[in-house]
């Protein structure tokens, strides 16, 4: 038996309700957490993951630098998602999130952790051309974006 459904006992069991309700609207989708997604050379924005990762889970900081990309900027992104460099530029990937993110380009030497709090300085000595870059533990969340290289 359950018991009587007292005043206090169906207050309780509302707020667990809400409670439950309010928290399963932040989970990424089935097929968000997909394992069988490989990072492709395509063109591709990343996407906001349902707002893990972030610093205080809210809105994006607003960018740091002109050749800057945010990690964890409001949950499993890149902020900005798409950036157009000059090769021989280095850009300076900052992790704003709370969690360790990483920056990578497949294939092209460029593979950096980077520790929440923190920021790493990546050299781009790319030919011209439009690459993916994408943190490897949180791609499947659309944690992913585009670079530019111009000559």
């Known amino acids: 038996m359950l018991g009587k459904k007292t005043p206090a006992r169906m207050v309780m069991i509302a707020a667990l309700l809400l ?7 932040n989970l990424p989708t089935a097929g968000a957490l997909s394992t069988n997604q490989t990072p492709s050379p395509s063109i591709s ?3 906001d993951g349902g707002n893990y990762g ?5 809105s994006p900081s ?5 050749n800057t990309i945010q990690a964890g900027a409001g949950g499993f992104r890149f902020s900005p998602s ?3 460099v000059t090769t021989g530029t280095t850009i300076r990937v900052e992790n704003v999130g709370t969690i360790r993110h990483n920056f990578t ?14 920021s790493q300085p990546v050299p781009i000595n790319l030919p ?8 490897r533990f949180h791609v499947s969340f659309g944690m992913k974006g585009s670079l530019t290289v111009t000559g």
Do not use: E, Q
Request: proline letters at 4%.
């Open 45 to 47: 924005a990343g996407g």
């Open 19 to 25: 409670l439950g309700t309010a928290c399963a609207s």
């Open 128 to 135: 011209v051309g439009t690459y993916t870059f994408f943190c």
């Open 54 to 58: 972030g610093r205080y889970g809210g």
């Open 62 to 66: 607003p960018a740091a630098g002109a």
């Open 82 to 84: 798409t950036l157009s």
């Open 105 to 118: 380009i497949t294939g092209k030497g460029i593979n950096h952790l980077i520790d929440p709090g923190t």
